[in-house]
């Protein structure tokens, strides 16, 4: 019965999948791009930031290759079964989206570049989809680690509402959510950098696939 829930619906609690108390695969150490440890421990100084914007693969490389980033993580957030699998995740019986983890030294970048980067990187009006992928875990989202990275988020979210406005488009559907109440659980080994490993996969985020619908940069207030 793991796949039959509608994948364009969000479980309740009660409904989700039940997990399990630790994690059933292990994480590589290692970033196959930039080198650095993929869960930590993170230079002091350095800050953490948590997306969600279609298949995981394609947007962890859009945030490895920006400048200023020391490593990426994929995994799965925004849902309600502890250490979920993949399978689970598929299932859209977890609750949870995929995400990409960016820990990054804001002396060299910036939380709003990286808010850039994720509203230009993929269509945030889709609701549980991205192009052709469809389902919960598609959904666009940003979890955010302090109160000045929400307001960010918020104020962004608001910008680029406008510009699509404009344009015709419709309403972002992206969830801004506090992380500290919605844990990222990374992914099994093969996602991780899996564009790397895979240069000619399946790609539907910053390359061949979805592309931001509005191609601008919103206003600065």
């Not at 791009?33 to 993929?38: H, R």
Request: aromatic share 10%; glycine share 12%.
């Amino acid at each position: 019965m793991l796949f039959a829930r509608s994948k364009h619906q969000l479980p309740t609690p009660e409904e989700a999948l039940p997990g399990r108390s630790e994690p059933g695969f292990t994480v590589p150490e290692r970033h196959t791009v930039l080198g650095n440890p993929l869960l930590g421990p993170y230079p002091e100084g350095t800050e953490v930031a948590d997306f969600g914007l279609g298949c995981f693969w394609g947007a962890e490389r859009v945030f490895w290759r920006a400048d200023g980033v020391w490593t990426t993580l994929v995994g799965y957030q925004g849902g309600h079964t502890p250490h979920p699998t993949y399978e689970e995740v598929c299932s859209g019986r977890t609750g949870h989206t995929e995400a990409v983890r960016v820990v990054f030294d804001p002396e060299k970048t910036s939380y709003d570049a990286l808010l850039r980067l994720f509203w230009e990187s993929h269509d945030p009006t889709q609701g549980f989809r991205q192009g052709n992928d469809l389902g919960t875990q598609y959904r666009s989202a940003i979890y955010t680690h302090s109160a000045a990275q929400r307001s960010a988020a918020e104020a962004s979210r608001e910008a680029y509402q406008r510009v699509l406005n404009r344009a015709g488009y419709g309403d972002i559907t992206t969830e801004i959510l506090p992380a500290e109440d919605r844990p990222l659980y990374p992914a099994e080994g093969y996602h991780q950098q899996y564009l790397d490993k895979n240069p000619t996969g399946y790609c539907g985020i910053g390359g061949t696939g979805v592309s931001c619908p509005t191609g601008l940069t919103p206003p600065r207030d």
